[in-house]
């Protein structure tokens, strides 16, 4: 998401007689002119990732079964880490000088858990109302909104993520809104600042709602647009308008580059960051990230994103994605969900615990994810539990198959497959040691790694941090 386009620029009367007099000229970087392109979109993140990877001597892990996220187990394996990399994978590898090296017999390594649905830091611990920072209520399009800025980075919620093999999150707003802002992708390396934790070259998602939420929220007038949405249609008639808003949007700024590009002395539109990021989403340089629970929502949200020719990426909770598993499998839409959460309203009603393994099944992009501070440190389990279920009804899937519903799928998810998600060289070095099958209830995640660095050892206490906030309370820290 970074580039150095902008349609910004102040208006130069020289700059406007060199671009006439030169013809075919569209691109004077001396002048400030933008590169070539009907509409210059809103790429540029003014609030750009300083992420580094934590210093770390070489990590040998040697005679590992390793769950690789690509859907294989491989026993006895060896992993070497290094400057921030997966540099080798094999039964034999050589100790590179001053390397650390851990016996891995009989422990289980995989690709670090990455969770896509977390309000860790926008809802952190403890959760009181002032600390109640993921969702911007007042209207039902918040696209403006960016969950970076509530982002608290001393939530303790991060140490009890890394404790449970988590190496990366995406940060979503709250689901009261039809369009409720942007969502940042971490990095789990807790005790840094907001854009020390940023996924470097990761893509913002924004977070949509279908249903009940917005209903409840703004059916009873509690926005400056009265009574809306009350409906379902009513959710979709806002889904329609800003995204044909937006197209509008599109097109002035378009007009405004032809026109200047032409040397006319033309103003620029008024910037709007909600039609930014509704721009953003048309240009498919944000990832849609659709709280929606039926297989109806789910299926005219799908409906939407073909009118205005945008893609979801990921339907959240999606407890009837069994029910569709073929539609979504054909749009490459992503489900992630829970493995037993439901009948907590009437839209969370129709569920079955073999929802991940028959969308599994069917060929579609299955993901377990959390929405939960708790839930966050033990997704293994809950990834367990749906693998267990779907075996008793003859769905047989492989523990390493299974693996990828928490890795694999979550990285192509948030748009970051390339980076990280598979043990494979070349990847990031995020990985996790367990004590033993990750897929039974008593393994622990014994070691914890960001780009190959420590960030959490349960036999160390240097190595089990303490979050600022924590600092002098009973018990803190203290992760058994």
């Not at 060289?425 to 790694?449: C, N, R």
């Amino acid at each position: 998401m970074t580039s150095k386009n902008t349609p910004f620029r102040a208006k130069n009367n020289s700059c406007r007689v060199l671009v006439a007099l030169i013809a075919g000229c569209l691109l004077l970087v001396a002048c400030g002119q933008a590169e070539q392109g009907d509409f210059v979109d809103m790429k540029q993140d003014p609030f750009p990732s300083t992420y580094t990877a934590l210093l770390s001597a070489p990590v040998l892990i040697t005679g590992a079964t390793v769950l690789d996220g690509n859907g294989q187990q491989l026993d006895g394996l060896s992993v070497l880490m290094q400057d921030g990399k997966i540099q080798a994978v094999s039964h034999e590898i050589a100790a590179p000088k001053g390397a650390t090296v851990i016996d891995g017999t009989g422990k289980w390594l995989t690709p670090g858990i990455i969770d896509v649905h977390s309000h860790l830091g926008v809802y952190p611990s403890p959760g009181t109302a002032s600390h109640s920072d993921g969702n911007e209520v007042g209207a039902p399009v918040t696209a403006d909104v960016w969950a970076e800025h509530s982002n608290w980075p001393q939530d303790p919620g991060y140490l009890r993520a890394a404790a449970g093999g988590i190496t990366a999150l995406q940060l979503l707003p709250g689901s009261a809104n039809n369009i409720g802002g942007r969502s940042v992708t971490l990095k789990n390396v807790p005790g840094r600042t907001q854009q020390d934790m940023k996924f470097p070259g990761a893509p913002y998602g924004v977070k949509f709602a279908c249903g009940e939420n917005p209903k409840r929220v703004y059916g009873g007038g509690k926005n400056s647009e009265g009574h809306r949405p009350s409906t379902r249609m009513g959710n979709i008639a806002v889904m329609r308008q800003t995204f044909a808003d937006g197209e509008a949007y599109i097109r002035a700024w378009g007009k405004y580059e032809r026109d200047y590009r032409a040397g006319k002395d033309v103003l620029p539109p008024v910037r709007d960051l909600k039609l930014d990021t509704i721009a953003g989403i048309i240009k498919g340089d944000i990832i849609v990230h659709n709280h929606c629970y039926r297989a109806d929502d789910m299926g005219n949200m799908i409906d939407v994103a073909k009118e205005f020719g945008f893609m979801i990426g990921t339907f959240h909770h999606a407890i009837e994605s069994y029910k569709i598993a073929d539609l979504l499998r054909d749009n490459g839409v992503c489900s992630a969900m829970w493995a037993d959460w439901w009948g907590f309203k009437m839209e969370a009603y129709d569920s079955i615990r073999e929802n991940i393994p028959f969308v599994h099944g069917a060929g579609a992009c299955a993901i377990v994810h959390s929405d939960s501070a708790v839930g966050i440190q033990r997704l293994n389990q809950e990834a367990a539990k749906a693998l267990a279920d779907g075996r008793r009804v003859g769905v047989n899937i492989s523990k390493a198959e299974a693996w990828t519903w928490l890795s694999k799928n979550p990285a192509k998810s948030l748009g970051v497959a390339d980076q990280t998600g598979t043990i494979e060289v070349g990847k990031d070095a995020d990985i996790v040691l367990w004590s033993g099958d990750p897929f039974s209830v008593y393994t622990q995640a014994e070691k914890t790694f960001v780009d190959g660095a420590l960030v959490f050892d349960r036999n160390s206490p240097p190595f089990q941090p303490i979050a600022d906030f924590e600092l002098g309370q009973p018990g803190a820290g203290d992760i058994k």
